[in-house]
């Protein structure tokens, strides 16, 4: 098939770049249009970016040029992927979205927007079809923040057997979740910042859209209770959680916890989608796992890990869980959010 053309709002950040590496050899797309700030724009990418991953910059997309937000000159791009700064997220998704254009999106601004999908498509897929209720001629699709994601996959798989009363979540998060230059060097080497402006409460309040159920067009939010502390460490990627949770009632065995996590297929495997994982969760039994450094690219950064699941003497289990925040938890969640558009709305792109 040809290649669907899609954009990147945001190129030059720390999660552009990795839209730009996933999408490299994308069976599906191909990225012809890039957005970022004054500062960028009107250069070629490869003299406007501070290239930060491990493999070179795409020989396709070293020498295309950088616009300015207002540019509806999009090269054949209908789906436009967002990593902007959520400073100018809002007001620029917003205005493409109005233009027909199909956005993609993991900044902040219109995640709890009432007909805007927040998805993780493993627990939530249906919460797509929201955007039958918006008013844009184009569609917003949300990715969450990406240490919601982690734990709320794994308590979105349980919950949906043994409903959540309780969550406590502590977090340790790598550097590259603030972005690039992010914090100074001086403020993170050998230390740990008790401090993640916003972070804490979007853990708070995302998981309980995401786990919410559809209902004639509407979320009726979950109601679970959680707690979050969030902590930057000097990490470069990969955010670890360690996750406590209490059940309403009918509490599973330790083994019957760990069986209904690492059995659970994705619902969304069976389309075919380039970057789906058939078993989205990891159950680790070696004592001291999972760890960023060894863990965080199993199935190529889009699958967590869950490991030392044990009893808890306040809460009924706690549990360690490990992602990769700027793929599974940014780039690589909102590349299968645009590939689920595809397989359900092909028809929005013609
Ligand atoms: N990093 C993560 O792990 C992560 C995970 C989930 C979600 N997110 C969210 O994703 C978004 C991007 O995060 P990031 O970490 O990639 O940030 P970042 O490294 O600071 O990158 C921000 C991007 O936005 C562009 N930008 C900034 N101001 C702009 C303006 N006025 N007009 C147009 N473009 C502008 C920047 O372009 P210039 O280079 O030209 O300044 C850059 O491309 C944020 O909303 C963040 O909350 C990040």
């Not at 209720?133 to 798989?157: D, E, M, R, W």
Request: charged share 25%.
């Amino acid at each position: 098939m040809e290649k669907i053309k899609v954009g990147i709002l945001g190129a030059t950040g720390a999660v552009g770049q990795r839209f730009i590496q996933l999408l490299e050899n994308h069976p599906w797309f191909e990225v012809s249009f890039l957005v970022a700030s004054q500062k960028s724009a009107g250069k070629l990418y490869k003299d406007a970016v501070k290239w930060k991953l491990e493999t070179p910059i795409p020989e396709k997309v070293k020498d295309l040029f950088i616009y300015d937000i207002s540019n509806l000159n999009t090269n054949g791009a209908k789906i436009l992927f967002s990593g902007l700064d959520s400073s100018v997220a809002g007001e620029v998704e917003e205005f493409y979205a109005k233009n027909g254009y199909i956005i993609i999106s993991n900044s902040k601004n219109h995640r709890m927007v009432e007909n805007v999908p927040l998805l993780i498509p493993e627990i939530n897929y249906e919460h797509i079809n929201l955007i039958k209720h918006q008013n844009y001629k184009g569609a917003i699709i949300t990715n969450p923040n990406c240490s919601a994601t982690f734990f709320t996959l794994v308590c979105g798989i349980l919950n949906k057997k043994w409903p959540i009363e309780l969550i406590n979540v502590v977090t340790m998060q790598a550097i590259s979740g603030a972005g690039y230059p992010g914090i100074a060097s001086y403020d993170i080497l050998g230390n740990v910042v008790p401090y993640i402006s916003g972070e804490e409460s979007k853990m708070e309040t995302e998981p309980q859209k995401m786990m919410g159920k559809l209902d004639n067009g509407k979320i009726i939010y979950e109601n679970i209770i959680i707690s979050a502390s969030a902590n930057r460490v000097a990490v470069i990627d990969g955010h670890t959680e360690s996750v406590s949770i209490s059940f309403k009632e009918g509490v599973p065995t330790i083994e019957e916890l760990k069986n209904e996590l690492r059995n659970f297929e994705s619902p969304i495997f069976k389309m075919n989608l380039p970057t789906a994982v058939k078993f989205p969760v990891r159950v680790m039994e070696e004592e001291d796992r999972p760890q960023p450094r060894l863990d965080i690219n199993f199935e190529k950064g889009m699958a967590v890990s869950v490991g030392r699941i044990r009893k808890d003497n306040i809460f009924d289990y706690k549990m360690t869980i490990l992602g990769h925040n700027t793929i599974k938890g940014a780039a690589g969640a909102a590349i299968l959010n645009a590939e689920l558009f595809v397989y359900l709305f092909n028809e929005k792109l013609k």
